[in-house]
Nanobody, 121 residues
Framework: QVQVVESGGGSVQPGGSLRLSCGASGSISNIACMAWYRRPPGKERELVAGVKDGGSTTYADSAKGRFTLSRDVAKNMVYLQMNSLKPEDTAVYYC???????????????WGQGTQVTVSS
């Protein structure tokens, strides 16, 4: 089995910073993609930032210039550094990993349980 676990959420004031961490563990032969999604209150889940196994990254327009995604391939970890946080960044943040398991051809998506980020004065 594969587990995806996030940490680092919390409450901050507008303009503050938070760093989210996510790790994938278990029976893993390759991770094609890791990403952060979020679900704001009353809204649909949306992509925040993602990175492919080749290292290319993508960001939502709302995250560009404020958030930085980094990956530690050896540790199957991704980190989301969030700066200049705004109230509209308030959401549950979910980590996503597209994982290939040994002996299984098709990769499978795994999700973390989510971590709450609240930006409020």
């Amino acid at each position: 089995q594969v587990q995806v676990v996030e940490s680092g959420g919390g409450s901050v004031q507008p303009g503050g910073s938070l760093r989210l961490s996510c790790g994938a563990s278990g029976s893993i032969s390759n991770i094609a993609c890791m990403a952060w999604y979020r679900r704001p209150p009353g809204k649909e889940r949306e992509l925040v930032a993602g990175v492919k196994d080749g290292g290319s990254t993508t960001y939502a327009d709302s995250a560009k210039g404020r958030f930085t995604l980094s990956r530690d391939v050896a540790k199957n970890m991704v980190y989301l550094q969030m700066n200049s946080l705004k109230p509209e960044d308030t959401a549950v943040y979910y980590c996503y990993a597209l994982v290939s398991r040994p002996g299984i051809l098709t990769p499978y998506p795994y999700w973390g349980q989510g971590t709450q980020v609240t930006v409020s004065s």
